[in-house]
């Protein structure tokens, strides 16, 4: 088959264009059946065509799920964190329509771990020397900016982890001479948006990984074993009210002719 063939697409039957097709392991997927897939599968060129059929199947059910789903809470301004706490499921996507984006809804129970990542850009600012090359400042002065990354880590058959970025532009915290970890950015002008974010991560960390809380039962007071009832044993021959006989009570207090209980 020459370069320039005509391809067909083996899950649609569709003709593919000539910068159109995505090539998998035993075929070929158009554009558009490929942008049914999930947005957090990565794996098409090492998978086959049944796996492909098997996501876009599940893809197709996913519907449902979108269509159930009622956000309780939502965090985040690029990519938007949406929470169903009454279901106990949540979704991650960029999209203004859940109809057409179909992102994946997931249980909370999915998720293995989270991790917010900070990512720090310096750009280091310079003057104009004596002989007019530029030259640092002493000590030197640096523009920082700063981007907030949220990896999702989960148990799915398609993909394993999610990673976004929380804002949607970088954040700046102005210039100064040295980077400054997070728990000292208070003392940094205009830092307020820093920590929105990183409080933010944090929000949501918690919500995807905290444990349903189990109702512990109440604590009970043991109570000692409760004592059988003893029935005094007459000492010595007695008469038995029920047969009228002498009788020396067995170890029980019965009458040894009759049976019946005899109290001393």
Known sequence: MGLFDKKYCDVCGGKIGLLG?????????????AAKLSPWFSERR????????????????????????????SFGKNYKVLLDDDARKFMVT??????DANPDV????????CDLDVDEDRDELKK?????????????RYEYSYDF??????????????RFKLNSSSVSTGTHSMSVPSSGMHAIPGANEYQDYVRMGNEIKEALTRAPQAQAAPTQTPQPPQ??????????????PLCGATTTPDAKGCCEYCGSPISG
């Open 21 to 33: 097709n995505r090539k998998l392991e035993d075929g070929n997927l158009c554009k558009d059946c």
């Open 46 to 73: 090492h998978s086959t065509l049944a796996d492909i059929k098997d996501q876009l199947a599940y893809r197709e059910q996913n519907r449902q799920a979108v269509s159930a789903f009622h956000t309780t809470r």
């Open 94 to 99: 960029n999209a203004s329509k859940l109809a």
């Open 106 to 113: 997931l249980d909370f129970s999915q998720v293995t771990g």
């Open 128 to 140: 104009e020397g004596p002989d007019g090359k530029e030259v640092s400042y002493t000590p030197p």
């Open 149 to 162: 990354y949220l990896t999702v880590r989960v148990n799915h058959p398609y993909f394993d982890e999610m």
């Open 227 to 240: 004592a059988e009832a003893v029935v005094p044993t007459p000492k010595g021959p007695v008469k038995c």
